[in-house]
């Protein structure tokens, strides 16, 4: 029974240690800082692994730091897939809740940050460049320490069925600017607007308002045409940012209501203690919530009493 508890014990030490640390948890910022020290400075090999005379010359350098690092990222993986039991919800298994957080955006991430590695030296023999390339994915593993990326993936994810429908239009409008400009450029600019893949092009370069200005019409309906594929291009991909921007803005209010409540929870025998003004600290941090934002929300709340 004793080895056990101890070994609850040390499971939820890993996992706090691991996770994004608390305010008091010396030990956990500690980690905290070095793994995000070691994601920008595996980011940074991976930038001058490009350049071939860096590499020719710290081959050794750059072959070390990144048996280190996968050795480190390999640990930490081990370690949050042991320990993400203490995060399981009510009446889950460990094993189901294990595999809950293998397919969870995080762990996969983690895995793709290894994986590159672990098969390049597997296979020392094959070219894996471009497999050892993609460590570059370990950008990702920022998100779990940003509160900001965070916000967005939800909020992404949230409008996910909006933001399907806005680039559903955009591809329609694509397809139809596309066969249009075909039909009255092909005569003339056989070599730009031979075929409807080739009028693609300009379609995704006008539509985006990008406008390279390598490909464009000379007939006078092919310009006409071009015309009013720029003006719903225009209105076409301003469609997402509406989306996005009112996604953040109910996002922040939802937010903003979470504290509100909790902070009337806390008022009703209308003292905040030390404890509880810890917590609304807490909260504030994990809602992603500015001191204006805090300060606002508290004053209307005063107001309203």
């Known amino acids: 029974m004793k080895k056990r508890i101890g070994s609850n014990f040390y499971r939820k030490r890993v996992w706090t240690l691991l996770e994004p640390a608390n305010e008091n948890d010396k030990a956990s910022k500690i980690t905290d800082i070095f793994l995000v020290t070691l994601i920008f400075f595996n980011i940074l090999m991976v930038i001058l692994e490009t350049v071939d005379s860096l590499f020719i010359n710290y081959k050794d350098f750059f072959k070390y730091f990144e048996l280190f690092s996968v050795t480190i990222f390999t640990i930490e993986y081990i370690g949050r897939l042991w320990s ?45 460049r471009f497999v050892r390339a993609l460590r570059i994915i370990r950008l990702l593993k920022f998100s779990r320490y940003s509160s900001s990326i965070n916000t967005l ?59 390279y200005g390598d490909v464009y019409p000379v007939t006078s309906m092919g310009k006409f045409f071009g015309s009013i594929i720029i003006i719903l291009g225009i209105g076409t991909v301003a469609l997402p940012s509406g989306i996005l921007a009112s996604a953040f803005t109910e996002h922040t209010k939802r937010n903003q209501k979470k504290y509100e409540d909790q902070l009337k929870l806390m008022l009703s025998d209308n003292i905040i203690d030390e404890g509880e003004r810890k917590e609304l600290e807490e909260l504030s941090q994990r809602l992603n919530l500015s001191d204006e934002d805090i300060l606002a929300i508290e004053e209307h709340y005063k107001n309203k009493k």
């Open 84 to 128: 993400c039991v203490e995060n399981k919800g009510k009446n889950q298994s460990d094993g189901k809740a294990r595999i809950q957080y293998i397919f969870s955006f995080s762990a996969i991430i983690d895995a793709i940050a290894i994986l590159p590695s672990l098969l390049a030296f597997l296979f020392p023999t094959v070219d894996l």
């Open 153 to 211: 993936l939800v909020v992404l994810w949230d409008q996910r069925k909006s933001f399907g429908a806005a680039f559903f239009i955009l591809f329609i409008i694509l397809i139809i600017s596309s066969s249009g400009m075909y039909l009255v450029e092909k005569d003339v600019q056989p070599d730009k607007f031979g075929s409807i893949p080739q009028s693609m092009w300009w379609s995704i370069v006008t539509l985006t308002t990008v406008g």
